[in-house]
């Protein structure tokens, strides 16, 4: 079975809190996490590990992890397309960057569902982190209805072709295939099928961004990723990474997916 080694996209390991973990709480869990992969030995260079917590934590979170060297990543779940002005209760990019946010996660499924955030919003959003050079974690799926009616692979296409009406192609980006009906169901989708829609995925990308665009944007999958399933997932040649929720909020299984390469042997 074919191996990711392609040397172009450094595998990473995304744990997107969601609304768990406040700033103290944020602050305990990012050191234990830290010294657990430090005493494991874990090549940060290999595999690339990003935490997303709520706002109210980043502040706490880039001081740690600046103070203490921490090879760790972290981003924001959500931001505002637009820059500043009377927008109550949005977060501005330019606020994200000063934090040394590298990532903010755009169009989460809960987002565009719980928030009726629409393709055009996210497309907005996208652009607005690429000009403020934060690296969009663009979140593509299809709910249960739309796997049934269309397939797997034409919801989450159009919705990439969508966010990226904005984007250049010397832009840094990040693409997370996360089947709605995998997130937190406790059913992740198969490896085949994530690999399917990867690879539909990375065509988009060819055919807007071009070739070398495409080899170098990581794709991750998301949905119901545990430490038992992640290696089946990081075989296939165009997932090069996953989006974890639930299981990012324990460190030993966060760790356990992190060190995928230990348990699997590859
Ligand atoms: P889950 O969530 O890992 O709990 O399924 C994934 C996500 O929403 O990013």
């Known amino acids: 079975m074919a191996v990711n080694i392609n040397p172009r996209r450094t595998p990473l390991i995304a744990g997107n809190w969601k609304m768990n973990l406040d700033h103290l709480q944020a602050i305990a869990f990012v050191q234990k996490l830290a010294w657990n992969l430090k005493d494991a030995n874990h090549d940060f260079a290999a595999v690339e590990v990003a935490v997303f917590p709520p706002f109210t934590d980043l502040r706490s979170v880039q001081t740690l ?74 979140c593509v799926g299809e709910s249960a209805e739309d796997l049934a009616t269309h397939g797997p692979s034409a919801v989450p296409v ?61 794709i991750l999958y998301g949905g119901s990723v545990k430490s038992g399933n992640i290696a089946a997932f990081m075989r296939e040649p165009n997932v090069d990474g ?23 042997g590859l």
């Open 65 to 138: 992890v600046s103070a203490d060297k921490l090879p760790l990543a972290f981003g924001a779940q959500d931001m505002s397309a637009r820059d500043s002005g009377a927008y109550t209760g949005e977060i501005s990019g330019a606020f994200l960057a000063q934090l040394e946010c590298q990532y903010v996660i755009i169009g989460h499924s809960e987002r565009r569902t719980l928030h009726n955030e629409s393709d055009e919003q996210v497309a907005a959003k996208v652009t607005a982190a690429v000009k403020h050079n934060l690296v969009p974690l663009i």
């Open 158 to 218: 159009a919705q990439l072709r969508a966010a990226l009406a904005g984007v250049t192609n010397a832009a840094d980006i990040v693409v997370a295939y996360e089947p709605v009906w995998a997130i937190g169901s406790g059913q992740a989708a198969t490896p085949d099928q994530a690999e399917q829609v990867a690879a539909a995925l990375r065509g988009v990308l060819t055919e807007t961004l071009g070739q070398d665009v495409a080899d170098k944007t990581r």
């Open 242 to 264: 996953a989006l974890v929720g639930g299981a990012s909020l324990d460190i030993v299984e966060f760790s356990g997916i992190i060190r995928y390469h230990k348990h699997v």
